[in-house]
């Protein structure tokens, strides 16, 4: 059963840090690793999407990388702002055959608050 | 564009009753998902479709049933409800079968039950 671990679980930084999210799995037969925001009652938004044959994937001030032989990813945050704040979520999509390519497995997110 | 929407918003129901849970996405995407998300337990996946007809079960199934008759529409029914349903519930459809493309949520149904 894959397992997807969040380190650490809460994050409160000063504004203008640059700061790393790490996530963990146990399996390393997966389709992908995708990164979402979850802000306070709403649902979560996409960031980062990683394939299984990638290393890392750039969007604006994230940078997502993966290390599928150790089951790692980090999420590298430049520059924070409090508009960051929000949970961060890491799920994996666990390759196992016929049609798993979306059931996707979560892990706990990690809480991040940026202080202005 | 929508994207991914979910009706109701809240819900308070009474042990014992049962109610369906609405989803629908303007993307006509083939695949859409029900997540469950509780305190201490993450995102958990209920049900899962591939297409309009085809469905299949996820983590925690038991409760939930799901049927899928067109690609915009992916409806979950709590057959008789339980307090260990009260959980805030999420709908997610992508565009691929192969893991390239994202998933989209919704912005999830809050159910308590009494």
């Known amino acids: 059963k894959q397992e997807v671990t969040q380190i650490p679980a809460a994050l409160s930084v000063p504004e203008g840090e640059n700061l790393v999210l790490n996530c963990s799995f146990t399996?390393?037969?997966?389709?992908?690793l995708q990164w979402f925001r979850q802000d306070p009652g709403k649902g979560l938004t996409s960031l980062l999407l990683i394939q299984s044959s990638q290393r890392e994937q750039t969007s604006g001030r994230l940078n997502a990388s993966l290390d599928k032989s150790s089951g790692r990813s980090t999420l590298y945050i430049a520059a924070s702002q409090p508009g960051d704040s929000a949970t961060y979520l890491c799920?994996?999509?666990?390759?196992?055959?016929?049609?798993?390519?979306?059931?996707?497995?979560f892990g706990q997110g990690t809480i991040l608050t940026v202080h202005p | 564009n929508a994207g991914v929407t979910q009706t109701p918003k809240f819900q308070v129901l009474k042990t014992g009753q049962s109610m369906t849970l609405q989803c629908a996405q303007d993307m006509n995407h083939e695949y859409m998902s029900w997540y469950r998300q509780d305190p201490g337990m993450g995102l958990r996946l209920i049900h899962y479709s591939v297409g309009a007809g085809i469905t299949d079960q996820g983590e925690v199934p038991n409760g939930y049933n799901v049927s899928r008759s067109t690609t915009e529409d992916f409806p979950l029914r709590l057959l008789s409800a339980a307090p260990s349903q009260t959980s805030v519930y999420f709908c997610a459809s992508h565009a691929r079968g192969d893991g390239s493309q994202p998933q989209h949520f919704g912005d999830g149904t809050r159910l308590s039950i009494l």
């Open positions: 799920a994996v999509s666990r390759r196992a055959g016929g049609t798993s390519y979306g059931k996707l497995t």
């Open positions: 399996d390393s037969a997966i389709y992908n």
